[in-house]
C-alpha cells in the first residue's frame, strides 16, 4: 500500500483538487453521490411529466386529411426517445446506488486484508511446519497383506510364471 510520503509531488504547496477528498474519504464519497442521486431523481420526474405533457400535445395535433393514427405515428420517435432517456437515467441512479455499495465493500475489505494476510501466513506456516507422525501409527487393528498374494506384486505379462493371462 503506497502513502502520499512515497509519491513525487510537483505541486507541493498547491490545493487538492475537491473531487480527490471527496474519493479518499468514504463518507464524503457517498455523501456525494446521494447528492448526484437527488439531482437525477428530480431531472427524472421533470422528464416524466415532459414526456406525459408531449405525448399529450403531439398525440393531439391534427393535420387536415390524416387517419386517426398518423398523429401517434408521428409523435412516436419523440416518445421513444424520452422513454429512452428516463430508463438511461433510472439505471444511472440504479448504478450510483451500487457503486456507494461498492465504495463501502471496497474500504471493509481494505481494512480486513492485513488480517487475513496474516492468517493466510498462519495457515501457509503451519503446512510447512507439520509435525512428522512416526511410521506404524495408524490403525492396530488393520490387517497386514497377505504374504503369498498373487497381486501382492506387480507382475509383468511375460513373467506370469504358472499363472494364466486373461
Known amino acids: 500500500m503506497s502513502t502520499d510520503a512515497n509519491r ?23 455523501a456525494h453521490l446521494a447528492n448526484v442521486q437527488r439531482v437525477l431523481l428530480a431531472m427524472g420526474r421533470d422528464l416524466e411529466s ?33 422513454k ?4 438511461e437515467m433510472q439505471r444511472a441512479i440504479a448504478d450510483l446506488e451500487k457503486t456507494a455499495f461498492a465504495r463501502h465493500a471496497h474500504d471493509v475489505e481494505v481494512k480486513e486484508l492485513p488480517g487475513k494476510r496474516k ?10 511446519n507439520r509435525p512428522v507422525l512416526p511410521a506404524g501409527t495408524g490403525n492396530p487393528d488393520a ?24
Not at 84 to 87: E, I
Open 84 to 87: 429512452s432517456a428516463l430508463n
Open 143 to 166: 490387517v497386514p497383506p497377505g504374504q503369498n498374494s498373487v497381486y501382492a506384486a506387480p507382475a509383468s505379462i511375460y513373467d506370469l510364471g504358472d499363472r494364466r493371462s486373461a
Open 50 to 82: 415532459l414526456q406525459e405533457e408531449t405525448q399529450v400535445v403531439q398525440r393531439n395535433t391534427r393535420v387536415a386529411g390524416d387517419r386517426w393514427y398518423h398523429a401517434r405515428k408521428r409523435s412516436r420517435p419523440t416518445e421513444k426517445s424520452l
Open 8 to 30: 513525487p509531488q510537483s505541486n507541493a504547496g498547491a490545493a487538492q483538487p475537491p473531487m480527490r477528498a471527496v474519493a479518499r474519504n468514504p463518507e464524503a464519497f457517498a
Open 119 to 128: 492468517a493466510k501466513q498462519l495457515a501457509k506456516d503451519q503446512k510447512r
